[in-house]
């Protein structure tokens, strides 16, 4: 039997029940951060969540461990006796910026999204259908673009499995905060040891490169093709998500957090925002959840109404 979205009280209307159901989702969202930091700062904990709190321990670790290494590079080959031991505590740092950690529980959920995609539906996580045409295009400059996105994306995948994640493929802002973070755990060690790791990390990154960049570029180049990302099977979900935000102009992350199965209503309503009928919404819904029932009334809602839901309801829910 089909599973609807949300149950509708009589006498109430389509709307007045989708902001409620954003509110909670938004709360839900916003307990994410808190509760995995708990999660993060105790070892062996069992529960269902497990594979992504582990995966987001080995990005923090391996963050910890990249700033560390540069240190070490730049200092000449001078450790400190424990490396190991500060490795935990600057990771353990890392895990108290809710910005931070709220980047690679997202970044944990589209790996996993993307591995199960490729399972289910055997959507290729790296080469999707749009990728591959877009890396066919005549147009030269988009299809060198698409080359690098691709890679990036493979690397991503890599890193997943590795649960690692590169100091390179940050955006900009969260390698700012990184650095800020490490130079307050570092600061003790004199301003000579954080001028010269600090040199060598920004000479180092170039957001442009970063997959986040790449596959931002890429998008962009598109121009009025960027519905061909808003099909899951079509685009994959490194596309979908920064092709919708785009649209939008809505984080990725916050497109792919609305793929979990406690965030359906956020979906639907973004996917109307990008004017997408409803049996495409179904077909995306099904990919993700299989079959789930919008709810009555749900047709009513436009791509204008659907968006102003969306950017209205996530103020609400902040305050």
Not at 133 to 138: D, M, Q, T
Not at 173 to 192: A, M, S, T
Request: hydrophobic share 45%; aromatic share 4%; charged share 20%.
């Amino acid at each position: 039997m089909d599973r609807a979205i949300m149950s509708i009280p009589e006498n109430t209307g389509i709307e007045a029940v989708l902001r409620q159901e954003l509110v909670q989702g938004d709360r839900a969202l916003a307990s994410v951060a808190p509760v995995l930091n708990h999660l993060l700062a105790s070892p062996g904990h069992a529960l269902v969540s497990d594979d992504v709190v582990a995966r987001m321990r080995g990005m923090l670790d391996n963050i910890a461990r990249q700033l560390l290494v540069v240190q070490t590079k730049a200092m000449g080959g001078k450790t400190h006796s424990d490396p190991a031991q500060r490795e935990d505590e600057l990771s353990g740092l890392l895990a108290h910026s809710t910005t931070i950690l709220s980047h690679c529980y997202a970044l944990a959920i589209e790996g996993q999204i993307a591995r199960r995609l490729e399972q289910q539906s055997g959507v290729d996580p790296v080469l999707t259908p749009l990728m591959q045409e877009l890396i066919a295009v005549k147009d030269e400059g988009t299809a060198e673009l698409a080359m690098a996105a691709m890679s990036a994306q493979a690397r991503f995948m890599q890193s997943q499995r590795r649960m690692d994640l590169s100091i390179n493929d940050l955006t900009a802002d969260l390698f700012h905060e990184v650095l800020q973070i490490w130079n307050k755990f570092v600061r003790d060690e004199g301003p000579e040891v954080q001028f010269a790791t600090e040199a060598r990390l920004r000479n180092d990154y170039d957001e442009s490169s970063s997959r986040p960049g790449l596959i931002s570029k890429l998008v962009t180049s598109m121009n009025g093709g960027v519905q061909a990302c808003f099909s899951l099977k079509h685009a994959g979900i490194v596309l979908f998500a920064s092709g919708i935000g785009s649209k939008i102009r809505q984080p990725r992350e916050l497109v792919v957090l609305a793929c979990l199965e406690q965030q359906i209503a956020r979906l639907a309503l973004t996917l109307s925002a990008t004017g997408l009928k409803i049996d495409q919404i179904a077909e995306q819904l099904l990919l993700l959840h299989g079959e789930v029932a919008l709810p009555e009334g749900f047709t009513e809602i436009g791509p204008e109404q659907a968006l102003e839901l969306l950017t209205s309801t996530q103020i609400e829910g902040a305050s």
